[in-house]
């Protein structure tokens, strides 16, 4: 693989010189600065780069594939989905707002960078395991002397001198009467008396054979050479030392010889332990590693190291030639091949005892063995064993990756302009607190809501660096997150093309996307909602206690980001608790009491401050009558119902006008269209008995008109968006019922293929135009955001940052006042005062109070108290920006906010 990497590095060099050559002389020649020219630019670059890297790969870097059929077609499509990866990269980064002043050449050289770091990686894995990979005919399992009805027994050794003779002298008579045998003892690089010791027990016993490794490489590698030589029917391997008698092999050889096609011994032994005279610290290290295997590989199997298994011939032919792990894990992998090829395997229960003698180190051996877990894990994850009813990677990617980018390229227009900054900017303040380490709160701003997304923000400043611009890309990055996770749940439920249809309506849903233009917590409770349902829903397919606790701290997670998910959770919890599901999945009582205890663990920051506070969370509620009901009763619950249902459908359909008259909203074709298919989802997903989002709306619809009053179209979603994604899973199983139907009116016609796509892309554009006409109409009325981060863009590139004083006018209004919040996350010090505090010295500079003399000075001032410092300025030293605002309809005017560069103070 070394070899393969450097090859493909050096490749990679010779791909980038033209890829970059080509880039930065395109965007010489043309003088391209948009976002889309260059990832055009960047697009025809990369293609000649690629054809390159086709020529030398396929001669070159994985020349050993004698199979080419396809190849073209395989590198095409893993090089599109490279391409795609590095040009989005690119455009991403450059529609970034730039902070501080660089050289356009640089920047753009650094978004290629970062793009060509997450493509080579792509491309190297995809190359090497997909494209290019070794498809030689597997090892031929059937030697020369096969000889059917005989059974080889393989016994691995190293350093075996003394435990292996008395072990053959054991075996070989008493297994010789009860079937034709054979004996293959495999030297794994002994370098004591082995190899001697049998090939004089050869002379005793002749059907003992000797195989040898020069060097040693490890106990699978050992059984997988005697199972590749061996010349039996069956195949059984195990210990050098006397763990297992002659009766146990016995046992396991007749249950092959009579029909089973795979036969794994289970250990036991007295007082619970698998071995008798096990050590206690044995006896734990190998519950610890069984509990790793049972949670990522194979649930249900007690003992997976037990080194007693056999196989008839057709098994082993399927598995060994798969087998990677040489180390003590191999066990695991041959199990783990066997489950995902779907074949039958019996079990017998031992007696075994421990032997001493064991070169195995205590210490290290787990430790390896851990990580050949993960390995494995990978391993079926990416399908590198070739297994022939899973999926590859690229296939499973794609989807996933595909509704991924586009989500995420559809989000970043107006992300930091529409809509304007509001009280997020506090929760990021408190984010920035928390990594300046001045606070450690329980709560986020909002009392009834976990600091969870607070603490998410503030490792991204760690991580990435304090910037006003993380926040609402992180969230964006969940919503373009949320639409994968939301393909993954409808697929599982009804199938691909409802996971498709579930994922491009949310992809395209406006509601959805101005949700995630801002950095509130609870706009990323759809995310975490998604994370929690499909886990649940992991938990019900695969029946798995395991899935069961992890939903449960999802669950908390989500609970965290807003208290109205409290709904949500009481829904799954009615869903999970009743009888059906419990016979369903039949997941053992004490997973759900885990799964209590780990959702109370992950929410106990909520309950804590509770406690302490006496119900600060409730006290809190006072603070948002605005929202609250406050005269609950059953005509304002029915009047609420009615006007959230209205919205809900709003939302899903994208019908942005506004009717006094409820079914005036019938006059327009697409709300009528969603809410007829959310009716006919609705029963279909009854019928079907898929009801967990059936459990969600009706919660839903119970108990939020009772206490919520505020249903504003906009305002709404972010409080019912869950909801929406229910309403529009159902939406997307009735049209995808509709279809189906249609299709087998008309006779099956394949010419209808085409039409559907058509219509389904017609669906995904219909919703994304009335969103992004709304911005537009916005972009230069009542949206403050654009002229407040080019005044702050400004300031910061006239600004030294710490040796620099900002003076901000007090009388400067700007909606919601976010430039203090602005300047503090950017660390950048500055004052608020009237604009008397700038007084001018004889010399021009500005005379400051003595704790601000000698920093540079940058002024933001509004055009009337400009008017008073502009004849004490120096015309070179104006920098101004206008936009045209407006505050309420009535209320118009052009204001113009001043950014001036008043030197150094006195």
Known sequence: MLTQFTKFALTGLVNTLIDFGVFNFLVYLTGAQSPLGIGLINTLAVSLAMCNSFILNQNWTFPTSPDRKGQITRFITASLIGIAINSSTVALITALPILISQSPYLFLNGAKIMGAILSITWNFLTYRHWVFANREARTIFQPAGYQPGMVSIIIPAYNEEHRLPQRLRQLAPALLEHFLLEIVVVDDGSQDRTREIVEELTQQYPFIRYLQHKTNQGKGAAVRTGMCHAA?????????????????????????????????????????????GESLGRFLQGKAFNLLVQILLLPGIKDTQCGLKGFNQQVAAQIFPRQRIRGFAFDVELLALIKSLKLPTAQIAVTAKDCPGSTVHRILAPLTMARDILRIRLALFLNLYGLPDMVSLPKRLI??????????LVRIPWLWEIPRYIDELKEVQLAYQIYQGQVLPLHNTAHDIGALHNYILAGIFKLAGVSVYWPRLYVAITSALTVVL??????????????MVAA???????????????????????????????????????KSGAWLILSGILWALTLQTHASAIIYVLAVSIYVLRPYFRCQTAIKTRYYWAAVICFLTAYSNMIYYNIVSRGGSLAWLRYKGYALEKDPGLMSYLKNTQNMFIDLVRSVSSTYAHQDIPWHYLGYPWFTLALLLLLLGAYRAFKSKKHLPLYILAASFLVLPWINARYSFFLSTRYIMPVILCALLMISLGLVHSCRQIYEFMGNKRNLTIPAYAALLLLVVVQIIPFYSYCAQKAGTNQSN???????????????RRSTLVVLDKNLMLENDPLPYLLTIAEQPYLVSNTDLLVFSSSGAPALPADYQGKKVVGIVSASNYKTLKSQLSPQGIEAFSCQLTLHPTDKGERKVYVLDLGCSE
Request: some cysteine; charged content about 15%; aromatic content about 12%.
């Open 399 to 408: 989807p996933a990756g595909s509704l991924f980018i586009l989500a995420l």
């Open 504 to 542: 491009l309506l949310l992809l395209g849903n406006g509601m959805h996307i101005l949700v995630t233009h801002m950095a509130w917590s609870n706009c990323t409770t759809p995310f975490f909602f998604c994370l929690a349902w499909l886990a649940l829903g992991q938990a019900e397919e695969k």
């Open 486 to 499: 939301f393909y993954y749940i409808a697929k599982k439920m009804f199938g691909h093309w409802v996971g």
């Open 232 to 276: 039996g029917e069956y195949l059984i391997f195990t210990d050098a030392d006397a763990t297992f008698t002659p009766e146990h092999i016995i046992r396991l050889a007749k249950k092959l010889l009579q029909g089973d096609a795979a036969v794994i011994a289970c250990r036991q032994g007295a007082v619970g332990k698998r071995v008798a």
């Open 786 to 800: 654009r002229l407040a981060l080019q005044v702050f863009q400004k300031a910061m590139e006239l600004s030294d």
